[in-house]
Every structure is written in structure tokens, then in C-alpha cells.
């Protein structure tokens, strides 16, 4: 047993949901309690389809379960049938049917069903969603796709994309385009958009090209093996990686790396003058791997920041993020447990996080600005414009939501210099986010009384202030630190106190931890 208040991923049948919502013409039967009907407004709200999931669920009760459970499955796997006519059906358990062990897939084997029927074994109680998704996509190609001439002309599939998907919908388009340019073109994408048929068809093209290795590494392993179809590795998220993207599918497919870079503006941005102020910021990431390891390399290499945290929520990638963690030179942090997510960035005293809807509320709490890298995410995540992360426009994208909630440059000299001000003080928040501010308190508009004002939310969390007493200069002085990088010296020098067997702070012990860690 353990308690938890928020999960990063849902239970695998919710994947195998998202698999089974991004194809067309293919219908999952999942015996389910009921009341599971709940994972279809994760469709039609938070994503906003304009139609309800291929989703049919027996919604058995209470008082069925004395009864013939397995009955209610077949009558709805029929019905089903009937009243949807697909081209091939899923059928799977959810956790609670997974209890009364019906075997959906051996009761469906024993109808007369005119059309491939897949059944699916998902743990619900070892796996998660994304296991789900991977799981259900390999059954689908492993039943359906057979190995087959090539097309005559170079073609690859392009494979990961999903229902609910972080910005899939425009990271097809993106991808689309880089293969255009390279004259290569699109056998099928799957699952998103799909059939059945479409996934029968997937051994004739040249390659794979794997663009979310959480829901589609499988499949593309299977297809690597029994239709003797490479794959690419390269997730071209970010300037660098979309460079290597288009080389690795030049060289798999055989033809010249050829790109168009007249959309590409964010090398410019982060270049210009402007954005010297974000060098050196300290951020924190977290999320699923793929994208917290895309994310690692660009706040490094194309924006200039620190990466001083790092970690990923899925298990099945720990092996990748903990070689990522060591590059960086940062504790790896594999975990589903969102306090412990919090408290990790606690400690790091990052100014910025990369994270997901969690990491949102974690750094509205602790004060500390958040872009969002990554699923779970919220509606506002699957916006009505062009807003891909992968290729060109990806990059774009990515530089100016990460930057937007950063206190742009010349805010920050205003705030550490002028404290005091009306306007630029330390509660005050990015101006750019003015109807998010909190008012300055009537302290911060008394000047003489500026320096009793309550610290700023980042803050809040003293370590070690149990014990640790801060004379009264030296808090006053600790204040003159501007409030992003206050936290961070706070613990700096209180970490330093302890390690001296100190237990107050004066005024010197501050000047002495900060010379200690400047050395
Ligand atoms: S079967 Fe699983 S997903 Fe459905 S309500 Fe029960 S615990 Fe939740």
C-alpha cells in the first residue's frame, strides 16, 4: 500500500485507451466497474476531441459480481461489434476486473468475431500508463503488420504519436515536414490517425522513424526484427538534436541530409544580446525521460543555463537518466512520488523548473517559475495554435515558453537594485505576469519598514531553521540577496554554519559562507 495524492501516469488501460483514441477504426472492449468511464473525459475534455473514445466498457456493478461477469463481457464484446463494425478490437481488463480474472482476450477468443480481435495482458498493478500504451501498440503491430516488398520510392512510418499526447499533433506535422525536405515520404503514422488496415501496411517502408520511445519502442523493436526495419534513436527536440535527427534518417534511408533552416530562429534569440541574462540561470528538470533528456541538452548547449536537477517519473527509462544525471553532474532523481520531486527541488534551489502540470503547482508553491516540458499536463497544454516541440518550429516554441516565465533581464537589475520600489520589489513577480502578482505588502510600500516585511514565498521552506538562528544583521543582510538566489543562500549558509558546529548566524558567518563558496 502506499498513499498518494497525485500520480504522474494512470493505470496501463488508460494507455491502451490512447492508443485505441488516436487510431481510427479499431474499438477496445475493457471490462471495467463501474464508474471507469471517467478516462473518457481525459478525451473529450482535456485533449477537447469532438467525440467520445472507441471505448465500450461492460460497467459491471456490485451485484453482478455474484453473478457471470464473464457473460456481461461476451454480450458487450458482441454488441460492440455489432454496433461498431471495426476493422480489428482490443480487449483488456481494468485493475478491479483484473481481480475477478474473466480473461477477456480467452473469453473473446471463443465468439465468432469476423475480425482480428487482440487481447491484452496489462499488470495493473506493477505497470502504468505508458507501459500500457507501449504494451497495446506492440500487440496491435505484432498481430496485424507483416514484413512486405518495400515502396519503390524511400518511405519511412513515422510511429509513437497518441491520443493525449504532449504536443503530438503538431510534432507529426514538424517531423513531416524535415522528411519533406528530404524527399522522403510517409508510409503511415501510427497509431495516431491509423486504421488496422494502415498498421498492416507498416513493413513497407524503409524505416522507422520513432518519435516517443515510451509508446512506441516495441513495436519498433518488433518491426526491426521481423521486417528487418532500422529505426531511429534521435528524438529531434532542440537545434542540436533535430541536426542529428536529419543526418541519422539521411543515413538510414540513404539520401542527402537536406534541411531548411529559414524558419529556424532560435539559435538567433539565444545568441543576441538580450538573452545573456539567462546565462548560468540554475533550472530543475522533470518529466517523462524523452523529454526531460531532450530538455537537459538544450537548457545547456542552446539556452546557456545550469542544469543543477534532473529526473524522470517512468521507471522503464532510469537506466538512460541516471547516464544523463552523471553528464551532468546532478543526483538522478527516478521517482513517481511527487514530494519527493518537491523536496528535491528544494534542495537545489533552482530559479527555474522544466517539469510537468505537477511541477507547475510545485513551483507556485515554493515561488519558483515553471515551464511545462512534459506529460501529465493540463488543457492549456493542448492548445489551439501551432505549438510542436520537435524540428525547427520546436525550437522556436520551446525558447519562448521557457523564457516567458522567466523575470526577463533588465526586471531582475531593477528588483535587486531598487527594493525598495513601489513597483519592482521582491513579491512583485514578472511584470509580464501582473494579473498573477501578489500586491506589494504595506511594508513593501513603507520604506522605512522594508526590511521586517515577510520573505517571498521561495523561501518559505527554511532548512534547518529549527535549529539555526539568524542574528538580526545578518538576516537583514541575507535580504539585500535578490530574492531569486536568496533561497539558495540561505541554505548555502546555514549549511556552512552547521558544518562549523555553529548554531546562530551573524553577519560574518554570512560573509564567510559566501567567500567559502565562491572558492
Ligand atoms: S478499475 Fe482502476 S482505474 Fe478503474 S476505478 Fe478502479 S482503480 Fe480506478
Not at 227 to 235: D, E, M, N
Not at 299 to 326: H, K, P, Q, T
Not at 373 to 387: E, G, L
Amino acid at each position: 500500500m502506499k498513499l498518494t495524492v497525485w500520480t504522474y501516469e494512470g493505470p496501463p488501460h488508460v494507455g491502451a485507451m490512447r492508443v485505441a483514441t488516436a487510431m481510427k477504426g479499431l474499438h477496445y472492449v475493457l471490462h471495467a466497474p463501474q464508474g471507469d468511464t471517467y478516462a473518457d473525459l481525459l478525451f473529450t475534455m482535456i485533449e477537447r476531441r469532438d467525440h467520445r473514445p472507441p471505448v465500450t466498457y461492460t460497467t459491471f456493478e456490485g451485484r453482478d459480481l455474484g453473478e457471470d461477469t464473464a457473460g456481461i463481457f461476451k454480450v458487450t464484446c458482441q454488441e460492440a461489434y455489432d454496433r461498431f463494425k471495426p476493422q480489428a478490437i482490443i480487449v483488456g481488463a481494468s485493475c478491479t476486473a483484473e481481480l475477478i480474472q474473466d480473461d477477456p482476450g480467452g473469453l473473446a477468443e471463443t465468439m465468432q468475431i469476423p475480425v482480428p480481435v487482440i487481447p491484452l495482458e496489462l499488470p495493473s498493478y506493477q505497470r502504468k500508463e505508458n507501459f500500457g500504451s507501449d504494451e497495446t501498440f506492440y500487440q496491435i503491430v505484432k498481430s496485424l503488420a507483416r514484413p512486405m516488398d518495400r515502396t519503390p520510392e524511400v518511405t519511412v512510418n513515422i510511429i509513437g504519436p497518441l491520443a493525449l499526447g504532449f504536443r503530438h499533433r503538431d510534432d507529426i506535422e514538424e517531423v513531416k515536414g524535415l522528411l519533406y525536405e528530404m524527399g522522403i515520404g510517409v508510409n503511415v503514422v501510427a497509431p495516431f490517425d491509423a486504421t488496422p488496415e494502415d498498421i498492416t501496411r507498416l513493413g513497407a517502408a524503409h524505416a522507422n522513424v520513432l518519435m516517443y520511445p515510451e509508446h512506441a519502442e516495441s513495436a519498433a523493436r518488433h518491426l526491426e526484427r521481423i521486417c528487418g526495419q532500422p529505426y531511429t534513436k534521435t528524438i529531434p527536440i532542440g537545434v542540436a538534436a533535430t541536426h542529428e535527427f536529419v543526418a541519422e534518417v539521411a543515413q538510414l534511408c540513404g539520401v542527402e541530409p537536406r534541411k531548411d533552416l529559414s524558419r529556424l530562429r532560435q539559435p538567433w534569440w539565444s545568441k543576441s544580446v538580450d538573452s545573456t541574462y539567462l546565462t548560468g540561470k540554475r533550472v530543475f528538470l522533470f518529466g517523462d525521460a524523452t523529454h526531460v533528456k531532450a530538455a537537459a541538452r538544450i537548457a545547456r548547449d542552446e539556452m546557456g543555463f545550469e542544469v543543477v536537477g534532473l529526473g524522470c517519473y517512468n521507471r522503464e527509462f532510469a537506466r538512460s537518466i541516471r547516464e544523463l544525471a552523471r553528464e551532468f553532474d546532478v543526483p538522478a532523481l527516478i521517482t513517481d512520488d511527487y514530494l519527493e520531486v518537491e523536496k528535491a527541488i528544494e534542495d537545489a534551489s533552482p530559479e527555474m523548473i522544466l517539469g510537468t502540470q505537477m511541477e507547475r503547482h510545485i513551483g507556485k508553491r515554493l515561488g519558483i517559475p515553471c515551464a511545462v516540458i512534459s506529460a501529465p499536463v493540463h488543457v492549456q497544454d493542448f492548445p489551439a495554435r501551432y505549438s510542436p516541440q520537435m524540428g525547427w518550429e520546436g525550437a522556436n516554441v520551446i525558447f519562448d515558453t521557457w523564457i516567458h516565465p522567466l523575470v526577463m533581464g533588465l526586471e531582475e537589475h531593477l528588483l535587486s537594485m531598487f527594493r525598495e520600489d513601489f513597483e519592482f520589489h521582491d513579491e512583485a513577480g514578472p511584470s509580464h505576469h501582473g494579473g498573477h502578482s501578489p500586491k506589494p505588502s504595506e511594508a513593501a510600500r513603507t520604506p522605512d519598514k522594508v526590511e521586517e516585511r515577510a520573505d517571498p514565498a521561495p523561501e518559505a521552506p527554511q532548512t534547518g531553521s529549527d535549529v539555526m538562528v539568524w542574528l538580526s544583521e545578518a538576516e537583514k543582510e541575507l535580504k539585500k540577496i535578490p530574492f531569486f538566489v536568496r533561497g539558495k543562500a540561505r541554505r548555502n549558509t546555514e549549511k556552512f554554519a552547521a558544518d562549523q558546529g555553529l548554531q546562530e548566524i551573524s553577519l560574518d558567518t554570512l560573509y564567510e559562507a559566501k567567500a567559502h563558496y565562491a572558492r
